[in-house]
Each structure stands twice: as C-alpha cells, then as structure tokens.
C-alpha cells in the first residue's frame, strides 16, 4: 500500500514538474500565431459519404502542400447542442498564421485555388471568421 501511494505521488510530481513547459510552449506557440483563419462549408449533399471522402481527401492534400501554416484543425461539429452552437455545417478549417501577410499569401496560392476548383461543386455555402490575435 505504501508502494503504491509513493508510485502515485511521484508521478503526480513529474507531472506537475512538467506543465510550466506545457504551459510555455503553448504560449510560444500562440506567440507565433498572429492570424486565424477559420472555414465553415456545408456541403450541397452532408448525407452522401463519398462526397464528403472526396472534399475531405482534397481538403488534407490541399493543406499538406502548403508550407506557411503554422496550425491546421479540420473538423466536424462536436455534437453539443445548445442554442448558442451552429452544428449545420460540414467541416471546419482552422488555420493559424504567422500574419495577415502569410494568411494573404495563402489565399493567393495556386493550391488554394486549384482546392477551390476541384471542390466548389461539392459545397453550397462557405462562411469565414478572420481574427487577429490581442
């Protein structure tokens, strides 16, 4: 039982010894990443699998090719259901950026458009959030 109560502690300890560095390089890493950009699309038909492997198959190759994101999340809605969260969408893409600079950049880029070629066709609505960090 003693055994078992200094093998908890002790790793309670090299836990908690560990989150000042969790916690600088989170903040290092938010220092870094000045710029959101956050995507929603829904998709002309949610309920056909294969066009959802389709947008999700160009969307991954599309963000795989681009070297000036610093943070990249696709998503799907989370299931939480309140009256505050929107679920309608598809997917989400959340991108973080150095700058506006890199962000505009990335909207410029040939793969951005040519994403935006192979997948338009799929989608019947995008809405886009930009931010700045504070």
Known sequence: MLRRTFIKASGLIAVSLNFP???EKSQNHMKKVQFRHVVY????????????RQFLNNLKEFIDR??????????VPAET???VVDNTYQFCLNLGFKNKE???AYQDHIYHKQFIEKTAHL???VLVYDSLSV
């Not at 699309?41 to 959802?52: K, V």
């Not at 681009?66 to 998503?75: E, P, S």
């Open 123 to 125: 989608w019947q609505r």
């Open 81 to 83: 259901y309140r009256e």
């Open 21 to 23: 560095y969790l916690k």
């Open 66 to 75: 681009m070297d000036n994101i610093l943070d990249v999340h696709i998503g």
């Open 41 to 52: 699309f829904w998709l002309n038909d949610p309920e056909n699998p294969a066009h959802s």
């Open 102 to 104: 890199e962000h505009d």
